[in-house]
């Protein structure tokens, strides 16, 4: 546990942030949360909606029991307390893209209950700053369509493929200090819904956005007003609004104003908060359980199939990883944090045929290093990887059989990358063995203490240091092919004896 340190120096001196976020994940189905409209993203503009969806009189919504499993096994996910009996609520409210009229949500009794989230605060040792932010709830409700306003001429378009379609909201207690805690929240969520596989977190599709709760106080004085700001959808973003939003309010105040709680929208481009509309507060929606439905209620079977379909989530895997497997607490915290790398490299693992713990340090250290370092210079994801696992495993085992030496093996991954090539046939092909022939080794031994015999003089009389110089001219002279153990071993001898 670490105490918050943010404050943000006011001229009446420091002031804390208080952040609570409201998030909305998509959740992963094939059909609607009350029809079987299709809900996969990019389709042509109204192709994906029912009678339902359009609200046509005399449809009845029905709920879509996969989605149901997808909150439940979220929720399961987060160690939150699951309600066996819960409701849905019709939320009155006139958005142009929902034909009802209303959103069905869930206010009064929501389907998941309190839970957790723990988020840390340092990559290079998740284990050294970790804060548990607590969740106050998660219900289910539909999304609405979107709007498309053009000027020329003037007119507005409404296209309903995602009206309908079911919304995790996921709230936080106002547990979060800081924009990084905010943004380490959102991540560690992100990363959960996708272990789960009840979202895919993509934010720049929509199917994640977060509502921002900002409010500000002086140490130890009670919660400020807060306002909202709505639909944030990257984390950068999120970070940015709090912050912007944090300072506005603290202004306000300063000046001796007074915050209005209001619904806030953030503007990317000028990097500022603004003022939207006043907040209503529930009762003025008129929430009342919605009569089509029926209230939902869980039985034994139906919650044991979701505990028992939950994989090994990041936190457990983390552990293993550093516990069981070896790994460095930097690399496991990295390898665990996105379910697709966690997968290639357990995949890498899988096909090396070896016990886990006898490869998956080198796997773990090659995957940060060399493959992280080429997808970022190629700007790809690991799902999209120019290697996949079996190539990566066999690259990994020609180091650890002493075939490729460090050296050699960067040079192999390369072409490898150039041409999609195997391993050992990159090696067969352009003889990039690593070589333990003393014979040969010692031949350019000798040539190289010939050409710096100056240098020799200055190693025998002391300098230690130059030791690395004539392993490094050694391995030059081997075109890097020498085992650089056998090198360092006849090098000794020659310079020493
Ligand atoms: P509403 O139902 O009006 O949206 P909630 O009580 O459900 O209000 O809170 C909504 C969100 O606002 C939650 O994420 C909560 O953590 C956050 N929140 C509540 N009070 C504050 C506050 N004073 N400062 C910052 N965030 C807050
Ligand atoms: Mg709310």
């Known amino acids: 546990m670490t105490e918050a340190t943010y404050v943000i120096e006011g001229a009446t001196g420091p002031w804390e942030v208080v952040i609570g976020l409201e998030v909305h994940a998509q959740v992963t189905s094939n059909a609607k949360l009350f029809s079987g409209a299709a809900t996969a993203f990019g389709a042509e503009p109204n192709t994906q909606v029912s009678l339902v969806d359009a609200a046509m009189p005399g449809m009845l919504p029905v709920p879509n029991k996969e989605c149901i499993r997808q909150a439940v096994r979220t929720g399961m996910a987060i160690g939150a307390k699951i309600n066996r009996w819960s409701q849905f609520d019709r939320k009155n409210y006139f958005y142009a893209d929902l034909p009802q009229g209303y959103q069905i949500s869930q206010l009064y009794h929501p389907l998941v209950g309190e839970g957790a989230i723990e988020i ?42 995602r009206s309908g379609v079911a919304l995790m909201e996921i709230v936080s207690k106002p547990d979060m200090r800081s924009p990084a805690e905010a943004g380490a929240y959102l991540r560690k969520l992100r990363a959960i819904l996708r272990y789960v596989g009840s979202c895919d977190g993509n934010m720049e599709q929509g199917s994640m956005r977060a509502d921002v709760n900002v409010s500000v106080r002086k140490a130890g004085a009670e919660f400020g007003t807060r306002t909202e700001t709505k639909n944030v959808n990257s984390v950068r973003f999120v970070m940015a609004a709090i912050e912007g939003e944090a300072r506005r309010q603290i202004d306000v105040l300063e000046a001796g ?59 457990a895997k983390r552990h293993r990883y550093e516990q069981g497997l070896g790994i460095s607490a930097y690399s496991a915290g990295v390898i665990t944090a996105d379910v697709e790398t966690a997968r290639w490299f357990e995949a890498l693992l899988a096909a090396t045929g070896k016990p886990e713990t006898e490869v998956a340090k080198p796997a773990a250290n090659w995957l940060t290093s060399e493959l992280f370092g080429a997808l970022n210079r190629l700007g790809k994801d690991i799902s999209d990887s120019p290697v996949s696992p079996q190539q990566a495993a066999e690259l990994i085992a020609l180091v650890a059989d002493g075939t490729l030496s460090g050296t050699l093996s960067k040079q192999v991954f390369e072409i490898m990358l150039e041409t999609g090539e195997d391993a050992s ?13 003393t014979g040969a080794i010692e031949a350019e031994i000798a040539k190289v203490m010939d050409a710096n015999a100056d240098k020799v003089a200055e190693y025998r009389g002391g300098k230690d240091k130059l030791f690395g110089f004539f392993v490094g001219q050694t391995m030059k002279a081997m075109a890097g092919k020498a085992n650089p153990a056998v090198v360092n071993e006849l090098l000794r001898k020659a310079l020493d004896g």
């Open 425 to 437: 046939q990159i090696v067969e092909e352009r003889g990039l063995k690593q070589t333990s022939d």
């Open 120 to 161: 840390s605060l340092d990559d290079k040792d998740p284990e050294a700053a970790t804060k548990t932010i607590g969740i106050e709830r998660i219900h289910v409700e539909q999304d609405a369509g979107k709007l498309m306003h053009d000027q020329h001429p003037t007119r507005s378009y409404v296209d309903l493929n």
């Open 257 to 315: 104003g007074k915050i209005v709680q209001e619904t806030r929208l953030y503007d990317p481009d000028r990097n500022e908060t603004r003022s939207m509309r006043s907040k209503e507060d529930a009762h003025d929606y008129r929430y009342f359980p919605d009569p089509d439905l029926l209230p939902l209620e869980l039985d034994d079977a139906f919650l044991a199939e979701c505990e028992e379909s939950l994989p090994e989530l990041p936190d």
